[in-house]
């Protein structure tokens, strides 16, 4: 088990956050949907593939997590630009040592580990500005140009 439970010091710092959570997820939602622009602007589009907001769904974009099957060499990239990304499942779960007694192999479940080479989450901020974006997206197209 775990004791989740909130001192009282904790519980006040949610409180005042609390009240920020609707600029915030606004704010990440209206970064996402530039993002987008900016990646079609830019014609990377064709080789990242973007997160999927299905019709009647409502993404709060906590992470916008993209795929390549560059991720590692563009990872590279984008860090030699000062530019975080992130990986936040490299191992998908049949893999991972607490489920090997399940008896699953390497390519058991090819989607997920497929997966797990392929996303790389990209900066997202409530605070996030233009130019920020903009030199994220100006990194990724230049990775791609130079790799055509």
């Known amino acids: 088990g775990i004791n989740s439970r909130l001192d009282a010091i904790q519980a006040a710092i949610l409180r005042v956050k609390l009240s920020h959570l609707s ?6 939602r209206r970064h996402a949907a530039r993002y987008r622009e900016l990646f079609v602007l830019a014609g990377v589009d064709r080789f990242l593939a973007l997160p999927v907001q299905p019709e009647g769904s409502f993404h709060v974009y906590h992470q916008f997590v993209t795929r390549t099957s560059q991720r590692d060499q563009l ?8 530019i975080p990304s992130e990986i936040y499942y490299p191992v998908p779960l049949h893999l991972q040592p607490a489920f090997a007694y399940l008896g699953y192999k390497s390519g058991d479940f090819p989607h997920s580990e497929a997966a797990c080479q392929e996303v790389l989450a990209l900066p997202v901020f409530p605070e996030m500005v233009e130019d920020q974006q903009q030199a994220v997206v100006d990194a990724i197209a230049q990775f791609f140009a130079e790799k055509r």
């Open 75 to 82: 990872r590279e990239h984008l860090r030699k630009h000062g």
């Open 23 to 28: 600029s915030w997820t606004d704010a990440r």
